[in-house]
């Protein structure tokens, strides 16, 4: 079975400075990972995706993630954060075999100016 | 651009009535998902369905049912709605799953029931 769990409820961060939030996952197959983001009274948007190809995987708007299998572990990053960076993010695996997609609880992302 | 519409952004219900949330998506796509988003729960998967007359139940079936009579069509049916049935909910789509696919999403049906 699949599942994602993000270690974070809540994250706060000031403008400028680094940003990580933490996702570790759990699958019986190869994943498919992803990051999604929400902003306020928004659809959700897919950020980046890890597709085998490369373990550091670079998304839009600066984000980052780097898929590290020993740790079962696809956490987020960007290097400076922005005031319009504050939404919710999700971690997502896709269960290949049966086609489902599995969300995490989100992290909400602050940003402090 | 893909695109997943839901017919209703804000929808109010009463208690016992019956319900039906729209979802229709552009791109011929074979998956067909129906989430809830509640506070500190993240999304949650009520139903899926893998291709036209297909459904599977998600982690949260109960209370509701899904028609799929066409491929662009996903229906929820909330056969009689309950306060604890108040939340946003989101449809998605996508072709059948690879190791790069991603799911397009709507932009969400708020549902109050009162």
């Known amino acids: 079975a699949q599942s994602v769990t993000q270690l974070d409820s809540h994250v706060s961060v000031s403008e400028g400075t680094p940003v990580l939030l933490r996702c570790n996952y759990s699958s019986s197959y190869s994943p498919s990972l992803f990051w999604y983001v929400q902003h306020p009274n928004k659809g959700l948007q897919l950020l980046l995706k890890y597709t085998s190809a490369a373990t550091l995987v670079k998304g839009i708007n600066g984000f980052e993630a780097e898929f590290k299998k020993s740790e079962t572990s696809f956490h987020l990053t960007k290097p400076s954060a922005h005031m319009s960076d504050a939404a919710e993010y999700f971690c997502?695996?896709?269960?290949?075999?049966?086609?489902?997609?599995?969300f995490g609880k989100g992290t909400r992302l602050h940003i402090l100016p | 651009d893909v695109k997943v519409t839901q017919s209703s952004r804000y929808l109010v219900k009463r208690t016992g009535e019956k319900v039906f949330l729209e979802c229709v998506q552009d791109m011929d796509h074979e998956n067909m998902f129906w989430y809830r988003q509640d506070p500190g729960l993240g999304l949650r998967l009520i139903y899926f369905?893998?291709?036209?007359?297909?459904?599977e139940k998600g982690d949260i079936p109960e209370g509701y049912s899904v028609s799929r009579e066409k491929k662009e069509r996903f229906s929820l049916i909330l056969e009689s709605a309950s306060t604890n049935q108040t939340s946003m909910y989101l449809c998605a789509s996508s072709p059948v799953l690879k190791i790069t696919t991603e799911a397009f999403f709507g932009q969400g049906t708020r549902l109050t029931v009162v």
């Open positions: 997502v695996v896709s269960a290949l075999r049966d086609d489902k997609i599995i």
């Open positions: 369905s893998y291709d036209v007359k297909m459904k």
